[in-house]
């Protein structure tokens, strides 16, 4: 079983709906990463959280430390928004422990 | 300073040739992680600096791959006798000592081995 697992893998929604990702883990963090991925490879952090929730425009992020859980909300959604949504976990100080990555598209 | 820059960001080789590609950190940042892609798949663990010592190597990085951050700046990575199955995407990425949780990645190197 991986320490990281992401749901849905692929999510394709129109225009202006309300999206969720979630990423369950089974082992002790010290911080949890939300990165966003466009096709090209590049990836940006937009996201990195310990506890509670964080916002940031239309995207949103919670964690809950006691459930090993965390999610990625994009409150109405746009093509733009289209890209590969990636949770990492960070154990200790060091490396990062990668989801495999949830495919979001937006039609429009 | 304009992020983390690697270079190149595509390459194609034959199996067989050694290839090497290079990575220039936030000047600031002293950590510098190495992470390979695979199609489809999340990245995964390959190494990391602190300065120039080479702190930590996953099993993934075979006897073919070596990397080296000699003045604790920029990076190369280099791989030996290419496979097919090398073919992935590297990525770079780097913290600095007083956000060790503030990753910064770079666009990665793309490589085919053909």
């Known amino acids: 079983k991986n320490e990281v697992e992401q749901s849905p893998q692929n999510l394709t929604a129109q225009e202006g709906e309300f999206i969720t990702i979630n990423c369950s883990y089974s082992?002790?963090?010290?911080?949890l990463h939300w990165l966003q991925q466009h096709p090209g490879g590049g990836i940006v952090s937009l996201f990195m959280l310990s506890s509670g929730k964080k916002k940031h425009g239309r995207l949103i992020a919670t964690i809950n430390i006691q459930e090993k859980h965390s999610s990625l909300h994009i409150t109405a959604s746009h093509p733009r928004d289209s890209a590969v949504y990636i949770c990492?976990?960070?154990?200790?100080?060091?490396?990062?422990?990668f989801g495999q990555g949830t495919r979001l598209t937006i039609n429009p | 300073d304009t992020g983390v820059s690697q270079d190149p960001r595509h390459k194609i080789t034959k199996r067989g040739q050694n290839v090497t590609f290079r990575c220039d950190p936030i000047s600031e940042h002293n950590r510098l992680y190495w992470y390979r892609q695979t199609l489809g798949q999340g990245p995964e663990f390959l190494t990391y600096f602190q300065n120039e010592a080479q702190l930590e190597k996953s099993r993934l990085l075979s006897d073919r791959f070596s990397a080296e951050r000699p003045k604790g700046s920029f990076s190369t990575l280099e791989i030996q006798r290419t496979e097919q199955g090398d073919s992935a995407m590297y990525l770079c990425?780097?913290?600095?000592?007083?956000?060790?949780?503030?990753?910064?990645f770079g666009s990665g190197t793309r490589l085919t081995v053909v």
């Open positions: 990425a780097s913290t600095p000592v007083t956000a060790p949780y503030g990753y910064t």
């Open positions: 082992v002790g963090i010290s911080a």
């Open positions: 990492a976990l960070i154990q200790g100080a060091q490396k990062l422990v």
